[in-house]
C-alpha cells in the first residue's frame, strides 16, 4: 500500500501464448507476461520496471526473457553522469542551426531509425489487448475493506498487508489541525516542512533563467546552463541553450503538461496533440487511419493507471504521467511521453511532425529528457536515472539505446544492474544472457510465501492464504504462483491481485 492509504489493482492474465514480434517480424516468436493495471501507485510501478515490467497504456507487460525471440532487457543511464556523444552534439547543433538560422538539413536514408521508441507499440498492438469487462475501480473506495477489519474473514495464521518500503514515496502533505504535538512525536505536522524557503529561492533563481534564456515556459522543464570552468568540457545544457541568439528565426518552447482530462492546459492541446500523433503514425509507421485513431491516441497515451502524487521530498512538478511537449511558433512539432517516478523519468514514447524527421527529433527529445532528469534531481535526490524502454541487442536498429552512457542494463534473473559495457560480450554470443557475473546471486526478492500474496476479493483485501480458505476447491494456485514470481514478494505482497 502506498503511503498515502492506496492500493495498486491488477487483473493478471498470464502469458503462455506466442504473438508477432514487432522486431524480426517472427509471426509468433513474441512470448510476455501481462497484466492490466487498473490503478498503481508510482513506487510500485518503480519497482515493477525494476524487475523488467514495463506499461503500455495500462497494460504492464513483462517479456518472457529466456523464450522470446528478441529479448528486451531494461535499460537506464546514469543522468548526473552523462555526457554527449560527438553525434549527440551535432543533433544538438543542427537543431539550434534551424532555430538560429532555418536550416533544415537534407535527411539521409539511414538516418531517423532512433526516432521512435516503439517497442511499446509493438507489444500493445500485436498482442490485442482488451481492457477487462469488471472494472474492480468501480467499487466504492471507502467500500474496500483490509483484512484487519473485515468481519468476515478468516485472519488465522494469514499475514497481514506489508508495510511500504522505506525508500517509498511519502503522501502528500495534507491539512492538519492545530494541536499540540504529544512528547516523543517529533516535529508539528501543521508546521510547514523547512526545506520551503530553500525551494522558493530555487524557482526564483530558475525563473531567472528563463527569462534570460526567454526560452520555455515552464521552469521545470527546460536546461539550465550550469558553469563549467575551462578545464572541464561543457555540459548536456550547455549544448542545448549553445549558439541560440536572444531573438532566433524560430521559437522552441518545452512545455510539460500532466496527462490529465481535468488539467487545462493538457484539454486545450489535446485534440492538435492527437492529430500530430495520427499523422506520426501513419507517414512514419504506416498505420491505417484506424489505427491511429482518437480512441487509439486516448488508450495508448492517455490511459495511464499511474496515480498523480506530490511528495514533501519529490520534484515540484510531483509524480505521475506527462506529456512533454515541443512547440515551434506556435504549434506542437513534437510530444514525449513521461513518467515521473521517485527514482527516475521513463521514456514512455514519442511521436513528432514528419516534416522535422530530418532534425532527429528522437535523439533531441531524448537529450532534453536527460536534461530534465538532472533538474528533477536538484529537488529530489533520488530521482536519478533516465529509463529508456527496452535495449535489444538482436535487433540492430535498436542498439542506439546503448549510446547514451553510462548506462546499465538489469540482468534479467538477479533483478541487479549491470554496464552494458559488460554485457555487450555476453549479447554477443547469445541473444539471452545472465547479465550478472556473480554465480551466487540471485533473486533478492524472490517469492517464498505464497500465502502472504495480497488479492482483492469482494471488496475485502485479504491474503492469498485467507482467501483459498474461503474459497474451497480454488484452482487458481498455479496462476497465483506465477503472477507473484513474476512481481517478486515485496510487490505481491503490495500490489492488490483482483479476484472476480
Request: proline share 7%.
Amino acid at each position: 500500500m502506498a503511503a498515502g492509504g492506496s492500493y495498486s489493482i491488477v487483473e493478471y492474465f498470464g502469458g503462455d501464448g506466442g504473438h508477432r514480434c514487432g522486431y524480426c517480424k517472427h509471426e509468433n516468436g513474441n512470448f510476455s507476461h501481462g497484466m492490466w493495471s487498473h490503478t498503481m501507485t508510482v513506487q510500485d510501478y518503480q519497482d515493477l520496471i525494476d524487475r523488467g515490467w514495463r506499461r503500455s497504456g495500462k497494460y504492464v507487460y513483462k517479456p518472457t526473457m529466456n523464450k522470446t525471440c528478441c529479448p528486451q532487457y531494461t535499460i537506464r543511464c546514469h543522468a548526473l553522469n552523462f555526457h554527449p556523444s560527438k553525434t549527440h552534439k551535432k543533433t544538438l547543433k543542427k537543431v539550434n542551426r534551424f532555430l538560429s538560422r532555418g536550416e533544415m538539413p537534407v535527411e539521409r536514408h539511414d538516418e531517423g531509425h532512433e526516432d521512435s521508441l516503439g517497442e511499446i507499440m509493438d507489444s500493445a498492438h500485436e498482442e490485442g489487448v482488451q481492457p477487462p469487462r469488471q472494472d474492480p475501480l468501480k467499487i466504492d473506495r471507502s467500500e474496500v475493506q483490509d483484512i484487519s477489519t473485515s468481519p468476515d474473514t478468516d485472519t488465522t495464521n494469514s499475514a497481514a498487508p506489508a508495510m511500504p518500503r522505506e525508500d517509498a514515496a511519502p503522501a502528500p502533505e495534507e491539512k492538519t489541525p492545530n494541536v499540540t504535538p504529544k512528547p516523543g512525536k517529533g516535529a508539528d505536522p501543521s508546521r510547514p516542512l523547512g526545506r520551503k524557503a530553500k525551494d522558493i529561492r530555487k524557482e526564483r533563481r530558475l525563473q531567472k533563467e528563463q527569462q534570460k534564456q526567454q526560452e520555455a515556459e515552464s521552469s521545470s522543464v527546460n536546461p539550465v546552463p550550469s558553469k563549467s570552468s575551462s578545464n572541464q568540457p561543457k555540459s548536456l545544457e550547455e549544448f542545448i541553450t549553445e549558439s541560440l541568439p536572444n531573438d532566433p528565426l524560430h521559437r522552441l518552447e518545452v512545455r510539460l503538461v500532466p496527462v490529465s482530462f481535468e488539467d487545462p492546459d493538457f484539454l486545450a492541446s489535446y485534440e492538435q496533440s492527437a492529430a500530430l500523433y495520427a499523422r506520426y503514425q501513419m507517414t512514419v509507421h504506416g498505420d491505417a487511419p484506424y489505427e491511429c485513431g482518437e480512441s487509439e491516441f486516448k488508450r495508448f497515451l492517455c490511459d495511464s493507471p499511474l496515480e498523480a502524487e506530490m511528495a514533501p521530498d519529490g520534484p515540484e512538478v510531483g509524480y505521475g504521467s506527462f506529456h512533454q511537449q515541443y512547440w515551434l511558433d506556435g504549434r506542437i512539432v513534437a510530444v514525449g511521453v513521461l513518467d515521473i517516478l521517485p527514482s527516475c523519468v521513463s521514456s514512455v514514447y514519442l511521436y513528432y511532425h514528419p516534416d522535422f524527421s530530418s532534425l532527429s527529433l528522437g535523439t533531441y527529445s531524448a537529450l532534453r529528457e536527460i536534461a530534465f532528469t538532472r533538474q528533477l534531481q536538484q529537488q529530489s535526490p533520488k530521482l536519478a536515472y533516465y529509463y529508456l524502454g527496452f535495449y535489444v541487442h538482436s535487433c540492430p536498429k535498436m542498439r542506439y539505446k546503448g549510446q547514451y552512457q553510462p548506462s546499465d542494463l538489469l540482468c534479467p534473473e538477479t533483478y541487479t544492474w549491470v554496464s552494458i559495457e559488460r554485457c555487450i560480450p555476453r549479447l554477443e554470443i547469445s541473444a539471452y544472457s545472465r547479465l550478472s557475473e556473480n554465480a551466487h546471486e540471485g533473486d533478492a526478492c524472490a517469492l517464498k510465501e505464497l500465502g502472504r500474496v495480497l488479492v482483492l476479493h469482494r471488496r475485502t483485501v485479504m491474503p492469498y492464504a485467507a482467501y483459498a480458505r474461503k474459497r474451497k476447491g480454488s484452482n487458481d494456485e498455479k496462476e497465483v504462483e506465477q503472477y507473484a514470481s513474476l512481481l517478486g514478494q515485496t510487490c505481491a505482497e503490495r500490489i492488490l491481485l483482483y479476484r472476480a
